[in-house]
C-alpha cells in the first residue's frame, strides 16, 4: 500500500532548530510537499521538492532523497506562532493522488 | 483576492438527509480535490478532478459524489449521510496535478446525527 511515515509529536524551545521526518512508500512519485496547519484552520503550503536535495524559504527548508524516500522539514529560529501541525504530502505517479501523512504536531516552548 | 470557498462552514444534519457542499475558487486552477480530516488520521483524499468533467477517487471515495461542471466549482454530494461523515472537510485547488502547491479553503465541520 501506499503510506507516510512521520512523528507524531516534537516539542523544542523558542530560537532553536528541528527537523520534522517524512518517509514514504508510494507507487510512483512525484514530489514530497510540506503543509502548515494551526489548530481548527485550513492547512498552508510550505515546500515543495520535486528533485532531490534542499529548497529554502526563510526560516524553513525542506530537503528530499528520493533513493531514500526520504525527506524533512527543517525550521530554524523557532517562535512561539510556530507552534501547530506539520504534514508531508505526495503525489503518486501520474494521477492526481495526493496522500498525507497523518501530521507531526510540534510544541514550541518557551 | 485569490481564494477557496466553501459553503457551509459549520453544518449538522441527520442521517439520510442529503447534502453538498460547495466548493469555488478564483484562480483558473485545473486541479480541486476534497479531502477529510479526522483526529489521528491527518487528511485522506475523497476525490480529486484534474480538469473539467475529468474526475477520479481518492482513498474514501465511499459515500460521496461529486461534479466538475464548470472550472470553477467542485461541488461535494452526500447523497445519504452517515454518522461516519462527521467530519472536517477541505476543498482545496491547484494549477495542475503535478504543481507542487495547493490553496485550501478554509473547511467545512460536518455532523450528522
Known amino acids: 500500500g501506499q503510506s507516510l511515515e512521520q512523528p507524531s509529536e516534537v516539542t523544542a524551545v523558542e530560537g532553536a532548530i528541528v527537523q520534522i521526518n517524512c518517509t514514504y512508500q508510494?507507487?510512483?512519485?512525484?514530489?514530497l510537499s510540506w503543509y502548515q496547519q494551526h489548530d481548527g484552520g485550513a492547512p498552508t503550503f510550505l515546500s515543495y521538492?520535486?528533485?532531490?536535495g534542499l529548497e529554502e524559504t526563510g526560516r524553513f527548508s525542506s530537503f528530499l532523497s528520493r533513493s531514500d524516500s526520504y525527506g524533512y522539514l527543517l525550521l530554524q529560529e523557532l517562535q512561539m506562532k510556530d507552534s501547530a501541525s506539520y504534514f508531508c504530502?505526495?503525489?503518486?505517479?501520474?494521477?492526481?493522488?495526493?496522500?498525507f501523512g497523518q501530521g507531526t504536531t510540534l510544541q514550541v516552548k518557551p | 483576492e485569490a481564494q477557496v470557498t466553501q459553503n457551509p462552514r459549520y453544518l449538522i444534519t441527520v442521517t439520510g438527509k442529503k447534502l453538498t457542499v460547495t466548493c469555488s475558487q478564483n484562480?483558473?486552477?485545473?486541479?480541486m480535490s476534497w479531502y477529510r480530516q479526522d483526529p489521528g488520521l491527518g487528511l485522506r483524499q475523497i476525490y480529486y478532478?484534474?480538469?473539467?468533467?475529468?474526475?477520479d477517487k481518492g482513498d474514501v471515495p465511499e459515500g460521496y459524489k461529486v461534479s466538475r461542471k464548470e472550472k470553477r466549482n467542485f461541488p461535494l454530494i452526500l447523497e445519504s449521510p452517515s454518522p461516519n461523515q462527521t467530519s472536517l472537510y477541505f476543498c482545496?485547488?491547484?494549477?495542475?496535478?503535478?504543481?507542487?502547491?495547493?490553496?485550501f479553503g478554509e473547511g467545512s465541520r460536518l455532523t450528522v446525527l
Open positions: 482545496a485547488s491547484s494549477l495542475g496535478a503535478r504543481t507542487g502547491e495547493l490553496f
Open positions: 508510494t507507487s510512483g512519485f512525484y514530489g
Open positions: 521538492n520535486a528533485l532531490d
Open positions: 504530502a505526495v503525489r503518486g505517479g501520474n494521477t492526481g493522488k495526493l496522500i
Open positions: 484562480m483558473n486552477h485545473e486541479y
Open positions: 478532478s484534474m480538469n473539467v468533467e475529468v474526475t
